[in-house]
């Protein structure tokens, strides 16, 4: 967010600034602060804290800025707070902060946050969503006070909706999609807006037509229930008060959990609010797309008797914070869902034929680790905890956050470079044999998981005869700039007491060099020591190692041709790097008894590591006994190309 330039001070010859410039620069220097306070940005690089400073711990997100402040609007003896996902679809890193903000902030306050899953559209609703929603909660650190479902109030809002209708809130519809749009303005809304005939009809015969609805007398999109709110009030801009519908007949209305029984269903503008004051949640938080909708949500609530008007002494108190939107992918399930299934997309050409592309799946599954849904990231090895650090380094305001993923990834690597052991891995391997080495030389080396002791712990490594380096780390022919291994160049092995001299190589039908042969050396100049990467021949892992880069070559997908395809040639052929002959230390099979492959549930014990000069890995849940594979989590530097 650019701040405002502040003003230039008059040349010197001139006189000092009047009393309105100086008005006028101290608001811009105001306005900058407030900015400034809002902004909870976190740096990659952090001064060192005194130690008083050290001993200070950091305020809570919860304890200042947008949040408190919503708390002092509403400062309730007991906060309750939900939760509410639609069940349609796997959460994306968006919700990891609706997740953080609504459960956090009740924990904050000593108070409850409900998990109440919105199923009211039974056409889109399946049982996966349900089950993986719950478990990513739990793999967050959150235990739900209360699982809800809209679906358990479906008969006290039907006798709410006979209510408002006695009360003249509401009538039944017959006009169509296109008419009611007219009403509303037209495609822009900014034509005249007007009622229907049915605005007026008499209560008992919406009553009657109502329950007409309920009993199957007509099909989808044949009679709504609307709400009678301002729709032709020219003083009432807000699109969320033009007689919004509370109740529409669904085609495909069979439900998961209340079978048959209805026909009709309510909507999210009935439904949120009402659930809220069901359920006595005192702070209803939702994204700035609801900002809207909060003159109709206190309106319901009002004419229900449900909050007590322009006030927020009694019933929920709805208040909206800014997204966390991610460029470079995309979070939209509709589009997810095609990356996932795979699509047929339709271009007219000029001639006004039809041409039909069949786009075949992008990625694995909801879980593909180039997605970001909170499945997705918790697969890639991404930790819960920090994720959650990530949203609280962010902050909470009004704001749309918009973040690039290479900022996700800097916040990720410092949590785990405090937190992972290391391992030696090699993505391409050479053989090298060390032709001169003795059984001395051959034997078990003790190595810490982190030499800079911030991790504890240690394991062995074993040195033999012959040791795989990576193909990146060995050339043909030797350049004075290069500080790894080539023919005649001293380098060091990882903790090995010699370093070693390439002596010579030999290579495949296709040129590729398949062995190098070296010989122990010593250290000729102390300023060019380099040290590389080894993985022991006869006790080295084989596995799979996959390295990940941006889905989609483009830096906002979203703005992509969705309706005609395009979009799939701006895919990254390149997003999904496999190793499949990577090597890595027998340490691994250690750190695997230690941990366990199922990241589901509350704990989360996947087993990662930082291989050495390559990247933070970690083991993939579908890895079994004889086949280990590796997702790369983050690299271990910022790639300046991204």
């Known amino acids: 967010m650019a701040d405002a330039n502040p003003a230039e001070a008059p040349p010197a010859e001139e006189k000092g600034p009047s009393k309105r410039a100086l008005e006028k620069a101290a608001k811009k220097a105001a306005a900058k602060a407030k900015k400034a306070e809002h902004a909870l940005r976190p740096k990659e690089k952090e001064p060192k804290a005194t130690t008083s400073e050290a001993v200070k711990a950091p305020a809570s997100v919860f304890a200042e800025g947008w949040l408190k402040r919503v708390y002092e609007e509403k400062p309730a003896k007991e906060v309750r707070t939900r939760f509410p996902p639609e069940p349609n679809g796997f959460l994306h890193i968006g919700h990891c902060k609706a997740i953080a903000v609504n459960f956090g902030f009740a924990k904050h306050h000593n108070g409850i946050c409900f998990l109440r899953y919105d199923d009211t559209n039974p056409e889109k609703e399946e049982e996966k969503y349900f089950t993986s929603i719950l478990d990513i909660i739990k793999w967050l650190g959150f235990e739900p006070f209360q699982i809800t479902y809209s679906s358990d109030s479906f008969d006290r809002l039907y006798e709410l909706a006979e209510e408002l209708i006695r009360k003249d809130g509401a009538y039944v519809c017959h006009c169509s999609r296109e008419e009611v749009n007219r009403q509303r303005g037209g495609p822009d809304n900014r034509g005249k807006r007007y009622a229907c005939e049915h605005r007026t009809r008499p209560i008992d015969e919406s009553i009657t037509e109502f329950r007409a609805m309920r009993d199957g007398k007509y099909q989808a999109g044949e009679a709504y229930l609307r709400m009678k709110q301002s729709l032709t009030d020219e003083n009432e801009g807000n699109p969320q008060m033009w007689d919004l519908p509370a109740y529409r007949v669904v085609e495909k209305n069979h439900h998961h959990r209340t079978g048959d029984r209805w026909r009709i269903y309510p909507t999210y503008d009935f439904t949120h609010c009402l659930c809220d004051a069901f359920e006595g949640i005192t702070h209803s938080m939702c994204t700035t797309e609801f900002q809207q909708s909060r003159i109709s949500y206190d309106w319901l609530l ?179 700039e290069y500080r790894r291994l080539a023919p005649n160049k001293v380098v060091g092995l990882y903790n090995v007491p010699f370093p070693i001299k390439a002596a010579s190589f030999s290579k495949d039908e296709t040129g590729r060099v398949t062995e190098v042969r070296a010989v122990k050396a010593a250290w000729t100049n102390e300023k060019t020591k380099t040290h590389i990467q080894w993985v022991d021949v006869a006790t080295g892992i084989h596995v799979t190692a996959r390295q990940y880069n941006s889905l989609f070559k483009s830096e906002s997908p979203n703005t992509l041709d969705w309706k005609t395809g395009g979009w799939a040639d701006d895919l990254n052929p390149e997003s999904e790097i496999t190793y499949e002959h990577a090597v890595i230390e027998k340490g691994l099979r250690d750190l695997i008894k230690q941990h366990t492959l199922n990241p589901s549930g509350s704990s989360d014990d996947l087993v990662r590591f930082q291989a050495l000069r390559v990247a933070y890995f970690c083991v993939d849940v579908d890895s079994t006994k004889d086949k280990i594979v590796l997702n790369q989590i983050v690299s271990l530097r910022e790639d300046k190309g991204k």
């Open 302 to 480: 009002e004419q229900l008797d449900m909050k007590t008007p322009k006030s927020e002494e009694r019933g929920p108190m709805q208040r909206e914070y800014g997204r966390l939107n991610v460029g470079g992918t995309i979070l939209s399930k509709r589009r997810i869902l095609m990356l996932v299934e795979g699509a047929t997309a339709e271009k007219k050409n000029a001639d006004g034929t039809i041409e039909k592309k069949v786009i075949p799946p992008s990625v694995r599954g909801w879980d593909d680790p180039r997605l970001y849904t909170l499945v997705a990231l918790r697969r890639r090895g991404i930790p819960a905890q920090a994720l959650l650090k990530f949203v609280e380094e962010l902050g909470v305001t009004d704001a749309l956050t918009e973040i690039q993923p290479p900022r996700l990834e800097s916040s990720i690597r410092k949590h785990l470079e405090r937190t992972v052991p290391r391992q030696m891995l090699i993505l391409e391997p050479i053989k090298v044999v060390i032709e001169d080495a003795t059984p001395e030389d051959e034997q078990e080396l003790t190595v810490p998981y982190d030499p800079k002791g911030t991790i504890t712990g240690e394991r062995t490594v074993k040195v033999g005869k012959e040791v795989y380096i990576d193909r990146a780390d060995f050339r043909e022919e030797d350049d004075p």
